[in-house]
Structures are given as structure tokens and as C-alpha cells.
């Protein structure tokens, strides 16, 4: 591994990852402001609505995620290749014209907000779409960045040395880029429009995301913790054929009331449950073997391989919570007999909290700290007191959040939907539900610890290579 930015593309990278950082705090501001107006109706009111604070606030989760992700492919692309990344130039053009574009449709959506009900609206305010708002001119934007960046890797892979990992970024990004196009059209049946609306959704996350997670996962543990190639690959092509397979019918847990046959119901709740297996068996071998070949040197007097101690803690909770967020939490809801009276509570939200965090963001933030290391020329990082603040206030946060927001659903599932059969006034008494409304408190509170380990994150990955114990 480079322990500097010898190569224009890493360079690229960490540029890439400032702006997801920045876009990370932009995203929880928003969450702390609409958990205020759960509590407090009246907070900003006609003045920044809910409706917009929450649009932002999701649609800053997913730009966020993917500008670290193609951080993370620009930053392991030399390291994989073994040469400079291909058409670099043209990748710098394209961070910036995406830069300017996130930039103006966030001022839009916060200072213009909302349009008329016309086409004008479409391309030039806002789509309408859940999670995939941007306006029409912002979506074809995307679509030529994501191509210039398809471009540059593809480029460098058949110039250069292909690994398995790059292998697998490949097709997972034709995949990520196909699937998004799926999103771009509009049909008059809103249940047929709601179908191909969720593959973009869906597919991206519980497929395309998932790989790309694995594979950053692979490389991360050999640059680490020296971890056998050998046998991260062969997990990671156990993975895409598991979640390329079982990605796709676990889409069916989002079939089971429209109208679909019932062996969906079945189809979809068995394939959605083994998404994250893969990783974790990974991540359980990986460790395995690094603690045999650490037993082996410390009883020869030699030293385990460790080179960036805080990013291993994110690849850690990276492991567990797509364990835990992605599978125990999206399966216990998503059983057919249970998601009838689930669906559309705060359960869902819970699920959305961890596995989002755990599955994507914790990896993501593990790739600030190798962008931050090589940026800095750090041969060996340790952990300090922000890193550790860091890590467990945000872990500890959005479990809270994720506790908070069952307990909620719960409230909902009897009242709402056991005791007053899913009517309008079922709906409006389970809001003031004793167990919902300090439920919602109780996310507030865990929203700000979690925002306070973000500050300790910032201060921390600032403070990189200016402190003796990064690199003691």
C-alpha cells in the first residue's frame, strides 16, 4: 500500500471524500431538525417544512454514501492496478461538475423548496420521487458522471493488473449504473411506476451496495491486517452470487401487498434474509486466521500486522451492524405474516436507521481514515481518544435511535393497526401514544449523541499527523 498520494487518483479520492463529509453533517443536521418536529410540530414551520428537511435529509444520506464510494474506488484503484488511474484529468472535471450540481439542488430544495404541478417542476425543482428527488437535469447530470467514472475504471483495469476485487467493482458498477436508469422514466400506472422505482431502491442497496461494501471490506483487511487474498475473494464471489441472486428476489419483500401472487411472500422473506451472510462469514475467516498467524508471531516475539487501528474498528462495526441493521432488524419485519401489520410504521424506519449506518456508513468512514492516513504519509495509525469518542457515541447513538424507533412501531402495531384496524383516526391517536411520543424523544436525544461522536470524527480525522499517537 502507497502510504502517501503519490497517484493523482488517490488524490481524486480524498477530494472525494471531503465533500462526503461535509455532506454526512449537512445529512444529520436535517435529522436532528425534522426528530424536532416530530416533538414539536410548530419548529420551523412554514418557514422549513418536515417534508423538506426530511427530502434533504435522505437525499444527503445517498449522495453522501456515493461520493465515498467512488472516493473509495479512485483511492484503491492503484494499489489494485498498479498504475495511475486512466483519464484522471477527466475524473477531476466530472467531481467538480457533480460538486456544483449537489450544491445548486440542495440550495433549491431548501430555498425554493416546492413547484407547481407541472413538467417545469420535474426537470428544473423537484421529481417527486422518494429518495430519488433530484430534478430531471440533475438525474442526466449523474448519469454522465457516472459513465466518465465507469470510463476511468474500466480504462485502468484493462491496462493495468485486474484483481479479483477490481473484477467485482466492475460488474458491480454496471450493475449500480444500469439500475439507476430504471428510475429515470415515469409511467401512468402507480403501481407499475412504484415497481421500477423500487428496483432503483432496492437493488442499489440490498445488491449493488452490498457488493461494493464487500469489496472495500477486502481490500481494506489486506492493507490492514494483511488478510490472504486468497481468501477474501473467494468470499467475495460467494457474495455476488448471493446478493446478485438473493438481492433481486428479496425484492420481493416489497411485493407482498400490491397485488402480487403470494409466493412472494415466501420468495421475499427467505432471500432478503441472506444478504449479509456473506460478509460476515468474510469477515469471521479473515479474523480467524489473523489471530492464528498473531499467536504464531507473538510466540516467536514478532508483532501482528495493524497498520490503521481506527479504520479496523469501522471494518468491525462494518461486520456487525450489516448483521445486525440489514439482517436481524430488516428480517423481523419483513416476515409476511408480521410486515401486515408493520408495514409503514416505525419499524421500517428503524431497520432504514441501522442497516444504512451499519451496513454502509461505518465501512465508508473505515475509508476516510485510509484516505486520511495516505493523504498524511502514516506508516502505522493508532487509535486516540476522539477516534474512540467517535466510534462509540456514534454506535451507541443510532442503536439508541434504532431502540427508540421499534419501540415506536410497536406502539403503532397495537394501536394503529391490532386494536383500530389501520383507519385515518387509528393513525392519528397511535402519534399520541404515550409509548410513541417519548419514543420519539428518546430518538432525539440518541440523534444528538450521535451527532456529538460526529464532531468528535471531524476532530479527530483534522487532527491526523498533527498528534505523536497516530503514529507512535
Do not use: C
Not at 171 to 178: K, V
Not at 378 to 399: C, D, N, Q
Not at 432 to 449: D, E, H, K, N, P
Amino acid at each position: 500500500m502507497a502510504n502517501n498520494l503519490t497517484y493523482e487518483s488517490k488524490k481524486l479520492g480524498v477530494m472525494y471524500f471531503t465533500i462526503a463529509v461535509v455532506l454526512f453533517g449537512a445529512q444529520l443536521v436535517m435529522g436532528l431538525i425534522t426528530a424536532i418536529q416530530y416533538i414539536y410540530p410548530s419548529f420551523l414551520f412554514e418557514i422549513f417544512d418536515f417534508s423538506v428537511a426530511r427530502m434533504v435529509h435522505i437525499n444527503a444520506l445517498v449522495v453522501w454514501m456515493l461520493y465515498a464510494m467512488i472516493g473509495s474506488v479512485y483511492y484503491l484503484l492503484p494499489d489494485e492496478t498498479g498504475i495511475e488511474t486512466v483519464g484522471i484529468k477527466m475524473g477531476k472535471l466530472a467531481f467538480y461538475v457533480l460538486t456544483v450540481a449537489v450544491t445548486v439542488v440542495v440550495l433549491v430544495y431548501i430555498f425554493i423548496q416546492v413547484g407547481s404541478a407541472s413538467e417545469s417542476t420535474i426537470w428544473l425543482i423537484n421529481e417527486g420521487r422518494e429518495y430519488i428527488e433530484a430534478p430531471r437535469w440533475a438525474d442526466i447530470g449523474i448519469v454522465v458522471v457516472v459513465l466518465t467514472f465507469l470510463w476511468n475504471v474500466f480504462a485502468t483495469a484493462i491496462k493495468g493488473e485486474r484483481t479479483g476485487i477490481v473484477t467485482v467493482i466492475m460488474a458491480d458498477l454496471l450493475a449500480l449504473a444500469g439500475l439507476y436508469l430504471a428510475g429515470m422514466f415515469f409511467t401512468d400506472n402507480i403501481t407499475v411506476d412504484q415497481y421500477w422505482w423500487w428496483w432503483v431502491i432496492h437493488l442499489w442497496v440490498e445488491a449493488t451496495w452490498e457488493v461494493f461494501v464487500a469489496a472495500l471490506a477486502a481490500w481494506g483487511l489486506i492493507q490492514i491486517i494483511g488478510a490472504r487474498r486468497v481468501v477474501v475473494e473467494m468470499w467475495l464471489w460467494i457474495e455476488v452470487a448471493m446478493l446478485f441472486g438473493s438481492g433481486i428476489l428479496g425484492l420481493g419483500h416489497h411485493y407482498f401487498w400490491i397485488g402480487t401472487p403470494e409466493y412472494w411472500w415466501e420468495i421475499g422473506a427467505l432471500f432478503s434474509a441472506l444478504e449479509p451472510v456473506p460478509l460476515v462469514a468474510m469477515f469471521v475467516h479473515v479474523m480467524y486466521d489473523w489471530g492464528k498467524e498473531t499467536g504464531i508471531k507473538k510466540g516467536n516475539g514478532g508483532k501482528a500486522m495493524m497498520t490503521n487501528s481506527p479504520a479496523f474498528a469501522w471494518f468491525v462495526a462494518n461486520a456487525f451492524g450489516n448483521f445486525l441493521g440489514a439482517g436481524i432488524w430488516g428480517f423481523f419485519h419483513t416476515l409476511p405474516q408480521v410486515n401486515i401489520y408493520t408495514h409503514g410504521t416505525q419499524f421500517t424506519s428503524a431497520h432504514g436507521h441501522l442497516a444504512f449506518f451499519g451496513a454502509y456508513a461505518t465501512i465508508l468512514i473505515g475509508m476516510f481514515y485510509m484516505g486520511v492516513q495516505g493523504k498524511n504519509g502514516i506508516k502505522e495509525m493508532k487509535s486516540t481518544f476522539s477516534s474512540k469518542m467517535a466510534i462509540f457515541l456514534t454506535i451507541f447513538g443510532v442503536l439508541g435511535m434504532t431502540i427508540s424507533l421499534t419501540v415506536a412501531g410497536y406502539g403503532q402495531v397495537l394501536v394503529e393497526r391490532a386494536q383500530m384496524g389501520a383507519t385515518w383516526e387509528g393513525y392519528f391517536v397511535s402519534q399520541g401514544f404515550l409509548w410513541y411520543t417519548q419514543s420519539m424523544g428518546w430518538r432525539l436525544a440518541m440523534g444528538i449523541v450521535t451527532f456529538i461522536g460526529f464532531i468528535y470524527l471531524i476532530v479527530d480525522l483534522l487532527s491526523i499527523g498533527k498528534s505523536k499517537i497516530h503514529t507512535r
